[in-house]
């Protein structure tokens, strides 16, 4: 049973930083890519980072040059770092595989505000 549980989020001004978690179990976690996904109020969730087993990374356009997916495979966990962020930014955050994502966490809510 895929387990995931996000934190780290929190209320920021534009420009400031933010580090998620994502503890995961229950799969074979260091054979498996990952992704962050967010969720903006009244929009589809999109993919915005996700890492391979391997530690090869990608990018939305959106988040490119700001934000950096990260992973540590010893404690079964995904990382990622958000910097310079924007209003355009808060969302809900979840981390989920990206060979199928059968179920979710709970996320953890990102605003980035004045």
């Known amino acids: 049973q895929v387990r995931l549980v996000e934190s780290g989020g929190g209320l920021v001004q534009p420009g400031g930083s933010l580090r998620l978690s994502c503890a995961a179990s229950?799969?074979?976690?260091?054979?498996?890519?990952m992704g962050w996904y967010r969720q903006a109020q009244g929009k589809q969730r999109e993919l915005v980072a996700h890492?391979?087993?391997?530690?090869?990374?990608n990018y939305a356009d959106s988040v490119k040059g700001r934000f950096t997916i990260s992973r540590d495979n010893a404690k079964n966990t995904v990382y990622l770092q958000m910097n310079s962020l924007k209003p355009e930014d808060t969302a809900v955050y979840y981390c989920?595989?990206?060979?199928?994502?059968?179920?979710w966490g709970q996320g953890t809510q990102v605003t980035v505000s004045s």
């Open positions: 989920n595989l990206i060979v199928s994502q059968g179920s």
């Open positions: 229950g799969f074979i976690f260091s054979f498996n890519a």
């Open positions: 890492i391979t087993g391997g530690g090869r990374t």
